[in-house]
């Protein structure tokens, strides 16, 4: 699993198209936020919450589809399931050097909403705690519905299709939790905070036990 | 591809008439019994109704999700194409009800919230299980290869189980609209007067055999299809 983190981050390093689409992505979202709604309503915690998570969630999608490109295009998916721990290992380091490269993506697109929307941040470490939480239930999702749009025609409509209705629990904890930090509520936070930690550990239980039957 | 079992003939056209006979006579006791024998809602008037359509609708829903689920799952361990023809046409149909369950609580939502859609916590949930749900059908409709369209569907249909609680449960976790289930209460019996309730029950057991007679003529036309499939 190490290894396939490992080969993934020294792949994004060489080639950061992934990374740097994302995190373009979520910069052209949070500049259009402002414009399209208003800086006043943008500045709005549940709004500017809201939009950050559908962002980051979509950037979760461009990226983890640029991995799969990327082995595809070099041939390397045979190679990577025969290494030893196969599926499991592959799965496993997919989610781990992509929650890497999110965490990455939000901590930038968080540091341009914070600074752009010049948002107040009541309990910030609450707020780190919902971001990272948030962040690590996201990619065993996308990345399974990703695995099953693998070499689909229309995969780009596909997988949103399929990853964003799954992922609106998570999605609305990520946002209400985020929206909680941002305003002083630690209890609400915390809670928030909690449930997303249950759907990482779900998602990844679900991803690991069914991503065998999906990759072939 | 090679592990997987080749289908054989199948029994269900035997059993599909009296199903439907079955399916066609409990509709009729049920329609006149909702709008005749039934008493009339004190609060709502007779648009309440709209009940004996609306939540056989939404348990059909749940029905037929739950059985793509299980013949996912049999099709993951087993490989047999029987159960990827169940659930094909589980979802088809699940898809078909749960796009009624929409229109039929728009209907009453109408007369009884004043908008034909609001954004509470069951309508949007209910909403999100449909696009779900036709999101599974595009992915089969996608894969052109037996096997792997089986397989990838299987696994979607595994995942998106999970909103079928999430749309049960959706009107206690939240503040809403909606009214708090009416039957599957926990902790206390149904919220309905007996000749109510005993119509409702009618009502649910004749739209279950309407889901039993569709999916045997669907299950069939599958497994005739993937018969083609074998022998061209």
Known sequence: ?216 | MTDTIIPRGNALPRIRPWLGIAAAASFVVASVMALFWAPTDAVQGDVYRILYVHVPLAWLAYLAFVVVFLASVGWLWTKRPFFDAVAVASAEIGVLFTGLFLVAGSIWAKPTWGVWWTWEPRLVTTAIMFVMYVGYLLLRGLSTDFSRRATRAAVFGIIAVIDVPIVHLSVLWANSLHQLPTVLRAGGSPALDSSMLLTLMVSLGAYTLIYAYFMTARVSLELARQGRLWTT
């Open chain 1, 1 to 216: 699993m190490a290894l396939v983190a490992v080969r993934e981050l020294r792949a994004e390093r060489r080639q950061p198209d992934g990374v740097v689409a994302a995190v373009t992505f979520i910069a052209v979202l949070v500049l259009l936020e402002s414009l399209v709604v208003g800086p006043q309503i943008a500045r709005d915690a549940d709004v500017a919450a809201a939009l950050f998570w559908l962002a980051l969630t979509f950037a979760t999608i461009l990226a983890t589809m640029r991995s799969f490109d990327r082995e595809l295009e070099d041939d390397a998916l045979e190679g990577l399931v025969a290494l030893p721990g196969g599926r499991d290992a592959l799965f496993g380091g997919k989610v781990l050097s992509l929650t890497i490269v999110l965490l990455l993506v939000a901590v930038v697109g968080g540091v341009l909403s914070l600074v752009l929307l010049d948002l107040r941040v009541a309990l910030a470490p609450h707020l780190l705690v919902v971001v990272l939480l948030g962040v690590l239930a996201l990619p065993p999702i996308v990345i399974v519905d990703v695995v099953l749009a693998l070499r689909l025609r229309a995969r780009a409509a596909l997988v949103p299709i399929l990853a964003l209705p799954v992922l609106v629990p998570q999605l609305v904890a990520a946002t209400r939790g985020t929206s909680a930090a941002l305003s002083g509520d630690a209890v609400g936070a915390l809670a928030w905070a909690g449930l997303l930690f249950a759907f990482a550990v779900v998602y990844t239980v679900i991803g690991l036990t069914i991503v065998p039957a999906a990759i072939e």
